[in-house]
């Protein structure tokens, strides 16, 4: 038995629908045992209710089927709206603005490729989120490449006398670079392995932080098992290259002779290297900072209603009639403050787009469809929205049954002046549901512009109207003791319906949800950018030891002269210093320009702030400075009497 009534004999059992699907369900339910194709509404053309499933014949092409579509649907659509609204399909497109599209989309496209999918069954992901994240992935590979490039190459000095003695002894060039090469791909392989195990173990943290569910037996598969022989391969390749060919590229008899120039044709390039490696992690510390500024823009914005403290039941039209006793009896409970019956809400939820047009145009020839929301007298108090002008719906008026309150945008839709008592013509089906009937609205109220849709978008013109809307049982309940609130609820709820489940929700985490993916964006990104952050301090923790080292009677010379460990310092930590400065003026243009594309796809949205911006330089400063700063402490504290006698 579902819902309370009819009876289902149960034919068949399926396996349970994988976790990676763009659908799950617990039944199927036929269009026979529920009569939808008597039903006049939903088989008809002109209702676009039903998700359709294709499937080809072996060798058949979707592009032929996709060129036929449009037509296919519109000689079907033509006859109804001709028979419906006695206007012709061209002429009934024409006038509401709308137009009809039709696409073929493979199965496994939807959760990644859908876009601005309508009507999708479950909230997908982008492919675009899996290509910045892959990138980002590839970039910090890039920087521990840079720190082995930059580390082999600054050590270079202390293998020149290794090539000189082999290129005496008969290497040659191209044995030599094999060598380095080969160092390289175990040093590949040894990290390989590391990173197997690392991701092992991190696996379900990183789940948790992403909200998927990925299994660690992917890594077994053919595909991806070729994609890390190919990723050793390659890094050991980036790695190991440059060092090869710069280190085999050493003479034998300067370098035998002790007149080799240490690091002189390197040290450009590890200049250059370690500019790019902080001015990747900047970039990523900014898009992090910037991606949480505007959540929290988003989640203090005032969107026209109080999303606190609502609870809202589910199911309520189970209850049939008995709903609107129950909500009384809701109300009478102290913590209850207020209660309202519909199925809809300012969050995802039900949604009804219809003709409104104007009364200066009752055959809605310029009068695209727009949002129509059931709702009852309590609707506006219980979700304490703000009325602009005119008045809420009341009791005492008999006729507001034919009074609709619009939204701020539905005025500057219509371009009515003075809304209110305008009228509007509503285009709907009569009770024939075979012909399309003119129902006028007059306005008595205007309610400010609420967003009843992600802060991405605009908000769109809507318009409220009385009625019988049993889908959601919504209530405003006090801030204490919100358990025993619940559970009071739910004695209540099994008093009128026992047998039904009791599900509810509250509506600040139903919004919430909505910008849930740029949440975990936000979470990846950091952890991202403190791993890039991690990753560029070794390698610079490297350099500046190495330099230090290189430096030591250098270091001895200005302390017999004078110098004090503070001017040691920062003899050591100035060129450091100006590479991370150098890499903030690289690295601030380009991820403003990121950035302010990323913003641009909310309407509402926070500006960067360049305070982000002097934050991180003055953080990625700081940070590279006290990598660097350990280890010129530790130069610049030797004596100098040892230092010049170990010269």
Known sequence: MIDGA?????????????????????LILSFASLDVEKDPITSSWMSFNFQTYVLFREGASSRDL????????????????????????????????MELESRLQPLTDIHLRSGNGIAEFEANSDIKYITLFAAVSVFILLLAVINFVNLATARSSGRAKEVGIRKVLGSLRRDLVGQF?????????????????LVRLALPLFNQLAGKQ????????????????????????????YPAFFISAFLPAPVLKGELRQGVRGGLMRRVLVVFQFAVSTVLILGTLVVFRQLRYIQNEKVGFNRNQVLVLDNAYLLGAKAEALKEEMLAYPRVVRASLSGFLPVPSSRARMIIAAESDPDGRNAPPIAVWTVDHDYIDTLEMTIAFGRNFSKEFATDKDAVILNQAAVRHFRFDEPLGKRVVLHDLGPDNQHFVQQPFTVIGVVRDFNYESL????????????????????????????????????KWAEFAREEPFEYFFLDERFDRMYESELRIGRIFGSFAGLAVFVGCLGLFGLAAYSAAKRTKEIGVHKVFGATVPDVIRLLVREFALLVVFANVIAWPVAYLIMSGWLRNFAYRTGIGWAGFVLTGLGTLAIALLTVGFQSVKAASASPAETLKYE
């Not at 009819?6 to 617990?26: C, K, L, Y």
């Not at 022989?229 to 890094?235: A, E, H, K, P, W």
Request: net charge negative; aromatic share 8%; proline share 3%.
């Open 6 to 26: 009819g009876e289902w004999a149960v034919t068949g059992v399926f396996e349970d629908i994988p976790r990676a699907s763009h659908f799950h369900f617990d």
């Open 66 to 97: 996709a060129s036929k579509l449009d037509s296919l649907i519109m000689s079907h659509m033509a006859p109804e709206i001709k028979q419906t609204m006695g206007i012709s399909v061209e002429d009934f497109l024409k006038r509401s603005g």
């Open 181 to 197: 090469l080969l160092e390289s791909f175990v040093f590949s392989l040894i990290a390989f392995a590391f990173a197997v195990l």
């Open 214 to 241: 990925m299994d660690f037996a992917l890594l077994a598969t053919p595909g991806i098992a070729a994609w890390a022989i190919g990723l050793v391969v390659m890094i050991a390749l980036l790695a190991g290259a």
């Open 456 to 491: 991405r978008n605009a908000v769109e013109p809507m318009m409220l109207r009385l009625g019988s809307s049993r889908g959601k049982l919504i209530l405003r309940i006090q801030g204490e003791d919100v358990a025993g609130t619940i559970e009071t609820l739910r004695g």
